[in-house]
Structure formats: structure tokens, C-alpha cells
């Protein structure tokens, strides 16, 4: 794997991370090592984590694995601000924001997370009191970089000025869906980050698994697709437009001799944007598959032909078809 800076920060980070969604539900503690020894051995030192997973039980096993196989030098990147509030999907409270963190670090049984990152946009709560629990964060030691997770671009803008004018402190990183299924952060907010120098980690960069191409001629019984819980998660990405970028990617592969996965996350990971592609497995075996990949060099004109096949549409005002 590539080893780059993350934003104009100092922290070196892999230009693959690995996801834990499934760890404490669908992946148990066994898989989990087995996961964390095949990723460490490809060369990977991001671990991507919320406080939402497993009910705070991916935390507890990220703690527990990272202590037992003394892997200090794994970058742990976490996220708080999702709400149990009926109605309420997202609380960014200044009240909540510090339990969330402070329930996050004794689940990891570490005294702070490399990266934090916010989730989500609570419109209840103004921003500059989000901003001041990031600061908080900083200044405590509790965190040593913060950022977004899930912000509109317009936000994230205000955001890391009010931070940098008001308090003082840098946001490093915003974390958003992106892939081959999924390229709405070309609509200002890569742009954003480029100019301002903000990493950016990409997670979904299998399009939620779609991209590997398993879901082509119907969902299999042991998919995510299956899933009472991620059923609507894969669901999204099984559209007409999905399938006609899934078939640009098995015909890709075709040609290169290799497997779709391997193809949508060499796109992913030949994005000059995008500090890390995070991926995610719900067995060790699956992981194997995607880490066989990793040395996939997509030439220029099967990159080019899978960006035009995948291309979002302008809409204005970077259309200018109010022109």
C-alpha cells in the first residue's frame, strides 16, 4: 500500500484503510484478528470505527486486538454524533459529543483517538457549538486530529473556518461515500478539500459490495443484500445506472485478467483526491480477496472509460445552465 500524509497534517496513513461496520455483529472476535493480521501484513495502519457499530461493540474488540497484538502504529480514525433519540437521527450537543468521546476512548481502552471525527449534520444544534467540542477535543488530548463524517460541502466549509478564525484550531479530514456507484463529493466538496488541504477518507469504494459484481443475476443468500439490518444499505446501489457501471467494471476485469473488486478499488485508490479508500469485510476470507488485489494498475483508458461511464452529472451552478 501507498503511505501519504493525510491533509497537510504530520499523521502517515495507508492509502487503505479497513472498516469495521460488521465487527461485534456479523464479524466476531476470532475473524476480527484474523482480519487485523491480514491487513497489518499488506501494509495498512487504518482502522475505521464508530461508536454506532455493534452497539459500541466493534470499539470494545478494536481496544482488545490492538492492546494483544501491541499494534501501536495502527491510526484509529472514529466517529460519534449519531442519536438513539426517537426522531432524532444525528445530536451534536456539546453534552452528547463529550460523553460520546469519552464512552469511545473507554471502550477502546486508549487515552485518545488519532482522528474524530463528527457525524452526520444535527440541525439542532448551531455550529459553532459543534466546533467547540472539536476544539475541546484538541486542546484535551483526547484527540489529536478532528474532522467531519457526512457533512454538505457548504457546512464543511463554515466548519473548518470557524475552527481555524474563532478557535484556533485545524480541522485535518472529512470522510464520504466514494466510489464508482457514488460520486457526489465531485460536487464541491473534493474541490473543497483539495484547495484547502483537508484528507479526504473514502469509505463504500466497493460501492457497499455491489462493485465486486456479486449481485449481477440476483442477491446472494450470504450478502449483505440477505440482511434483514443491510438490506436497504445494498439496496441503494442496484439501480439501472449501478448495474451499467457494474458491468463496465466485470468487462474491465475481464480484459485485465483480474477480479471486479480488484478493478473498483484500483479507480478508487488512482483518485489524486482521496487520501484512503476504506473498505470493509465481513470474514477474513473476504478481506484475503479484496488485499489479493492490491497491486491492480488500471491503464489511462480503462480509468478514462470508467470515469465516463460513472460520470455524475453537473448540476448547476457548475452546469452554468442558468447561463
Given at each position: 500500500?501507498?503511505?501519504?500524509?493525510?491533509?497537510?497534517?504530520?499523521?502517515?496513513?495507508?492509502?487503505?484503510?479497513?472498516?469495521?461496520?460488521?465487527?461485534?455483529?456479523?464479524?466476531?472476535?476470532?475473524?476480527?484478528?484474523?482480519?487485523?493480521?491480514?491487513?497489518?501484513?499488506?501494509?495498512?495502519?487504518?482502522?475505521?470505527?464508530?461508536?454506532?457499530y455493534g452497539g459500541g461493540a466493534?470499539?470494545?474488540?478494536?481496544?482488545?486486538?490492538?492492546?494483544?497484538?501491541?499494534?501501536?502504529?495502527?491510526?484509529?480514525?472514529?466517529?460519534?454524533?449519531?442519536?438513539?433519540?426517537?426522531g432524532r437521527a444525528f445530536d451534536?450537543?456539546?453534552?452528547?459529543?463529550?460523553?460520546?468521546?469519552?464512552?469511545?476512548?473507554?471502550?477502546?481502552?486508549?487515552?485518545?483517538?488519532?482522528?474524530?471525527?463528527?457525524?452526520?449534520?444535527?440541525?439542532h444544534t448551531p455550529l459553532d457549538?459543534?466546533?467547540?467540542?472539536?476544539?475541546?477535543?484538541?486542546?484535551?488530548?483526547?484527540?489529536?486530529?478532528?474532522?467531519?463524517?457526512?457533512?454538505?460541502?457548504?457546512?464543511?466549509?463554515?466548519?473548518?473556518?470557524?475552527?481555524?478564525?474563532?478557535?484556533?484550531?485545524?480541522?485535518?479530514?472529512?470522510?464520504?461515500?466514494?466510489?464508482?456507484?457514488?460520486?457526489?463529493?465531485?460536487?464541491?466538496?473534493?474541490?473543497?478539500?483539495?484547495?484547502?488541504?483537508?484528507?479526504?477518507?473514502?469509505?463504500?469504494?466497493?460501492?457497499?459490495?455491489?462493485?465486486?459484481?456479486?449481485?449481477?443475476?440476483?442477491?446472494?443468500?450470504?450478502?449483505?443484500?440477505?440482511?434483514?439490518?443491510?438490506?436497504?444499505?445494498?439496496?441503494?446501489?442496484?439501480?439501472?445506472?449501478?448495474?451499467?457501471?457494474?458491468?463496465?467494471?466485470?468487462?474491465?476485469?475481464?480484459?485485465?485478467?483480474?477480479?471486479?473488486?480488484?478493478?473498483?478499488?484500483?479507480?478508487?485508490?488512482?483518485?489524486?483526491?482521496?487520501?484512503?479508500?476504506?473498505?470493509?469485510?465481513?470474514?477474513?476470507?473476504?478481506?484475503?480477496?479484496?488485499?489479493?488485489?492490491?497491486?491492480?494498475?488500471?491503464?489511462?483508458?480503462?480509468?478514462?472509460?470508467?470515469?465516463?461511464?460513472?460520470?455524475?452529472?453537473?448540476?448547476?451552478?457548475?452546469?452554468?445552465?442558468?447561463?
Amino acid at each position: 500500500m501507498r503511505v501519504s500524509s493525510l491533509g497537510r497534517s504530520g499523521l502517515r496513513i495507508s492509502d487503505v484503510a479497513l472498516g469495521t461496520l460488521t465487527w461485534g455483529r456479523d464479524t466476531d472476535e476470532h475473524e476480527a484478528v484474523e482480519q487485523l493480521e491480514l491487513y497489518l501484513a499488506a501494509g495498512g495502519n487504518v482502522l475505521d470505527t464508530s461508536d454506532a457499530y455493534g452497539g459500541g461493540a466493534a470499539h470494545e474488540i478494536v481496544g482488545h486486538l490492538l492492546h494483544s497484538l501491541a499494534a501501536d502504529d495502527v491510526v484509529v480514525v472514529s466517529r460519534s454524533g449519531g442519536s438513539t433519540t426517537p426522531g432524532r437521527a444525528f445530536d451534536h450537543s456539546l453534552r452528547h459529543l463529550r460523553s460520546s468521546l469519552d464512552a469511545t476512548l473507554t471502550r477502546l481502552g486508549r487515552e485518545a483517538v488519532d482522528v474524530w471525527l463528527v457525524h452526520g449534520r444535527d440541525p439542532h444544534t448551531p455550529l459553532d457549538e459543534v466546533c467547540t467540542a472539536m476544539a475541546e477535543a484538541v486542546r484535551s488530548g483526547k484527540a489529536a486530529y478532528v474532522g467531519l463524517a457526512e457533512w454538505p460541502p457548504a457546512w464543511t466549509a463554515a466548519a473548518h473556518r470557524f475552527l481555524h478564525d474563532a478557535l484556533g484550531t485545524s480541522m485535518t479530514a472529512v470522510q464520504v461515500e466514494y466510489s464508482l456507484v457514488q460520486r457526489g463529493a465531485e460536487h464541491d466538496l473534493l474541490d473543497y478539500t483539495s484547495v484547502c488541504g483537508l484528507g479526504v477518507l473514502g469509505w463504500g469504494a466497493l460501492g457497499r459490495g455491489v462493485l465486486t459484481g456479486k449481485y449481477r443475476r440476483g442477491t446472494p443468500a450470504d450478502s449483505r443484500g440477505a440482511s434483514a439490518h443491510l438490506r436497504g444499505f445494498v439496496e441503494t446501489y442496484l439501480d439501472l445506472r449501478s448495474r451499467q457501471v457494474v458491468d463496465a467494471v466485470c468487462a474491465a476485469a475481464d480484459g485485465l485478467g483480474v477480479a471486479p473488486l480488484d478493478v473498483a478499488l484500483a479507480w478508487a485508490r488512482q483518485q489524486a483526491r482521496v487520501s484512503a479508500s476504506v473498505v470493509g469485510a465481513r470474514t477474513a476470507a473476504q478481506l484475503r480477496g479484496i488485499l489479493a488485489g492490491l497491486d491492480t494498475v488500471l491503464p489511462p483508458e480503462i480509468e478514462a472509460a470508467l470515469g465516463e461511464v460513472s460520470a455524475v452529472r453537473p448540476v448547476y451552478p457548475q452546469s452554468g445552465a442558468g447561463l
